[in-house]
């Protein structure tokens, strides 16, 4: 079990230091040779299996998206290892960001398997909500999206953005900061989703500010041209381990290489 202290800096960050940060991460991504692309990739992937199962299962689509969202964190985790790497020596290796899990596997897996509950969870309650709620039949995504919004359907539009704000709040609340406290020191899962949620609390715009350019960056991939997440992705990860080094003091932050 860990002992660390979750002391915080008394100041919180501003929202302005939120695009500061996320500069630093494009320039980290640059200054990583793009190797984050390689888990981009699977971003990429994972948007084309939702597309290509909305044929069969158009119900899912929506509960899928909100998946997509909610195992960011977990499946970003070796772009916040090559992050950390690059920090510790200005070297990196996509090899060992690949097991970078392993060295607090168990917390890590923990903390996976609660995004995993969640996701399933919302893909349940999101299949439900359309069969309460919708009144067209969907026969592509374009088509969905179009009739969705309508007017005609804007008692589920509401219904469904309230129950999905839920669910993506809490995750959010639970994630800001803990996977790369995970992979940076000896933390437990709890400890991680405490900081995280300390983190939310003291830092309410800046937050709210950085989880608006996460689904703008994420969302208009998704929406506009699938293969930018082979950018954005990673952008979204090196950003990511930015506030975590932000938000964490650096006098707590791990120093040895994993």
């Known amino acids: 079990m860990s002992t660390l202290s979750l002391a915080f800096p008394a100041a919180p960050l501003p929202p302005s230091a939120v695009v500061g940060l996320?500069?630093?991460?494009?320039?980290?991504?640059?200054?990583?040779?793009?190797?984050g692309v390689v888990y981009g990739l699977l971003f990429v992937l994972m948007g084309q299996a939702i597309f290509?199962?909305?044929?069969?299962?158009?119900?899912?689509?929506?509960g899928l998206t909100?998946?997509?969202?909610?195992?960011?964190?977990?499946?970003?985790?070796?772009?916040?290892?090559?992050?950390r790497q690059y920090d510790l020596s200005g070297q990196i290796s996509i090899r060992q960001s690949l097991k970078s899990w392993s060295r607090n596997w168990?917390?890590?897996?923990?903390?996976?398997?609660?995004?995993?509950?969640?996701?399933?969870?919302w893909a349940r309650v999101s299949v439900?909500?359309?069969?309460?709620?919708?009144?067209h039949d969907y026969v592509d995504v374009t088509g969905m999206l179009?009739?969705?919004?309508?007017?005609?359907?804007?008692?589920?539009?509401?219904?469904?953005?309230?129950?999905?704000?839920?669910?993506?709040?809490?995750?959010?609340?639970i994630s800001v900061v803990s996977m790369p406290m995970m992979l940076d020191r000896d933390a437990d899962t709890i400890e991680a989703i405490a900081a995280s949620a300390i983190a939310l609390w003291q830092n309410p715009a800046a937050m709210l500010t950085w989880a608006v350019l996460i689904a703008l960056l994420i969302g208009a991939s998704l929406v506009l041209f699938?293969?930018?997440?082979?950018?954005?992705?990673?952008?979204?990860?090196?950003?990511?381990?930015?506030?975590?080094?932000?938000?964490?003091?650096?006098?707590?932050?791990?120093?040895?290489?994993?």
């Open 22 to 35: 996320l500069a630093d991460g494009a320039r980290e991504m640059r200054a990583t040779r793009f190797a």
């Open 52 to 62: 290509s199962m909305y044929a069969n299962i158009w119900q899912m689509t929506m």
């Open 66 to 83: 909100a998946g997509f969202f909610l195992m960011g964190p977990f499946v970003c985790c070796g772009i916040y290892d090559l992050s």
């Open 106 to 121: 168990k917390s890590i897996a923990f903390f996976a398997a609660i995004l995993t509950f969640l996701m399933i969870v």
């Open 128 to 135: 439900v909500l359309f069969a309460l709620f919708a009144t």
């Open 146 to 173: 179009m009739k969705i919004t309508s007017v005609s359907n804007l008692p589920f539009l509401m219904v469904w953005t309230g129950v999905g704000f839920v669910f993506a709040s809490l995750v959010f609340a």
């Open 226 to 258: 699938l293969p930018a997440l082979a950018i954005t992705a990673p952008l979204v990860g090196h950003t990511t381990w930015k506030v975590y080094k932000a938000l964490v003091p650096p006098s707590q932050a791990s120093t040895e290489p994993g």
